[in-house]
């Protein structure tokens, strides 16, 4: 199978700070991977596209300078939630596609942050 | 745009009772359509997928262009299949594209 691991799990940061998140495809090399949020009870929300060696596509209302995303391998994305606050308090999941046509996502074990 | 909606948050069923968890779709195309599974303390997983057409741990789904619906049923719902359902659906269909997800069902099967 395809695996897709997160770290950290969790995190708890103080406002201000700056969050790096890891998302790494192991077996598998992703040209693009999903950023997805998840407020507590509720869906996950698509807030990026990751493309390696090149600029992440936003969704519409998520902050590219506070939401930012590189994806420097094939084989790794991050996500860093600059000065975070509490509203950025959030469930964080990446997901990632064996190739262009396979369109199963499988998806990382997602990161509980917690801003306080 | 896509939209993708599961009227159900909760749903309660008995341990061998008849599950149908419900998912319409909104999309101008033909998309592809998904229903995605997380059981408690574990990741999202592929459930099904409608080009598939395969039953999965007995589930099945099947796309109706008519009604814009992609409901999941298990005619015996077993304990173990507890969990989040998600419905989501993937334009344009046939790449790797983002998912769009409904808000999720939680299904709940009492012994």
């Known amino acids: 199978g395809a695996v897709v691991s997160q770290h950290p799990s969790w995190v708890i940061c103080k406002s201000g700070t700056s969050v790096k998140i890891e998302c790494r495809s192991l077996?598998?090399?992703?040209?693009?991977m999903f950023w997805y949020r998840q407020f507590p009870k509720q869906s996950l929300m698509l807030m990026a596209t990751?493309?390696?060696?090149?600029?992440?596509?936003?969704e519409q209302g998520v902050e590219k300078d506070k939401f930012l995303i590189n994806h420097a391998s094939l084989t790794l994305s991050t996500l860093t939630v600059t000065s975070a606050h509490p509203e950025d308090s959030s469930f964080y999941i990446c997901?990632?596609?064996?190739?262009?046509?396979?369109?199963?996502?499988?998806f990382g074990q997602g990161t509980r942050l917690t801003v306080v | 745009a896509q939209r993708v909606t599961q009227p159900e948050k909760l749903l309660s069923v008995f341990k061998g009772a008849p599950v149908e968890l419900k998912c319409n779709y909104s999309?101008?195309?033909?998309?592809?359509l998904f229903w995605y599974v997380q059981y408690s303390r574990q990741r999202l997983q592929l459930l099904l997928r409608?080009?598939s057409r395969e039953s999965i741990k007995g589930f099945t789904a099947d796309l109706n262009k008519g009604e814009t619906s992609f409901h999941l049923k298990k005619p015996f719902a077993q304990e173990e299949d507890s969990a989040m359902y998600y419905c989501?659906?993937?334009?344009?269909?046939?790449?790797?594209?983002?998912?769009?997800f409904g808000s999720g069902t939680q299904l709940t099967v009492l012994p």
């Open positions: 999309y101008s195309g033909s998309p592809e």
């Open positions: 997901s990632a596609h064996r190739g262009r046509a396979d369109t199963e996502a499988f």
């Open positions: 989501a659906l993937s334009a344009p269909p046939g790449s790797a594209r983002q998912l769009t």
């Open positions: 990751s493309n390696e060696g090149s600029k992440a596509t936003y």
């Open positions: 409608h080009i």
């Open positions: 077996d598998f090399q992703a040209t693009t």
